[in-house]
């Protein structure tokens, strides 16, 4: 089982010295974007999304909360998590609350199916889908909670060549919880569960580079309060990822679809 994490908040805290709501944005970008590419990935999905204040959203697999927050803020648009992990999901509305942003995002700890709400204005997800084993009803799902012509963007990591990447990684501690697919798989998956394509990306080479700037800025000791501090064997998962990018064994595809009419 992986995201056995607890209390992290209080970890959070002493990670950075500080209060939460004395933490610099910076700061919080650092600790609450789980995924490769930090806040710079949620702005490649952006333009696809077709926000404006008063759009309502739905972030499927929310983690602490970073990419949904940073989407509020610049958009003014209002973004709801859903997750299933207790302890992130409690984590993600304690950061919310600090930042102020309380009216405007909100998180259910919930699979995909066990949400009811429907008729979102657009929707997404980053690095989720590499722990669903059934793909199609988790695509299915997602596709009954947005309006027709919703546009959805993923973000997602897919297998590549060479055989699978060695855990732990961040998705998976032992790699029982992963289920990696590839790309061209991923994408017809999307669509067949009620979604056109509208764009299909290999951000691979953009990760990779992102992993070694990353590597030299946590060197030069930029940063101390970082997301793999805050993780169960953190260094290593993110280790192991970087290594898969650039062995090819994963690869990173950012996507945008379009809601197909039911
Ligand atoms: C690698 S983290 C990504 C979090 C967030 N999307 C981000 O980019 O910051 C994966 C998240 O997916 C959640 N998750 C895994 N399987 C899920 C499912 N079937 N439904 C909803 N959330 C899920 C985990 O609890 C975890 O918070």
Request: aromatic fraction near 8%.
């Amino acid at each position: 089982m992986t995201y056995t994490e607890t209390d992290l908040v209080a970890t959070m805290e002493r990670l950075a010295g500080a209060d939460l709501a004395a933490l610099t944005q910076q700061q919080r970008d650092w600790l609450d974007q789980f995924h490769a590419g930090g806040p710079e990935a949620v702005d490649r999905l952006l333009p696809g999304l077709r926000l404006a204040a008063g759009s309502t959203v739905l972030d499927i697999g929310s983690g602490l909360g970073g990419p949904a927050r940073q989407i509020a803020r610049s958009t003014g648009a209002t973004v709801v998590g859903v997750d299933i992990t207790p302890a992130y999901v409690e984590a993600a509305q304690e950061l919310t609350d600090a930042a102020g942003l309380a009216e405007r995002v909100r998180f259910f700890c919930s699979d995909i199916a066990g949400y009811d709400q429907d008729g979102f204005d657009a929707g997404y997800t980053m690095h989720v889908q590499m722990n669903v084993e059934d793909k199609k009803a988790f695509f299915a799902g997602i596709a009954h909670r947005l309006r027709p012509g919703a546009p959805f963007a993923t973000f997602e990591v897919c297998l590549g060549a060479g055989g699978r990447p060695a855990p732990p990684l961040p998705w998976s501690l032992d790699g029982s919880d992963s289920f990696l697919i590839a790309a061209d798989e991923l994408r017809d998956t999307i669509r067949a569960a009620g979604f056109e394509p509208v764009e299909w990306v290999d951000e691979t080479e953009w990760v990779r580079q992102w992993f070694e700037d990353l590597g030299k800025r946590l060197a030069s000791g930029e940063a101390r309060a970082t997301l793999p501090a805050l993780l169960a064997d953190g260094p290593m998962r993110m280790l192991n990822y970087a290594v898969a990018v650039s062995e090819g064994t994963v690869t990173v595809h950012r996507g945008l679809f379009l809601r197909t009419a039911a």
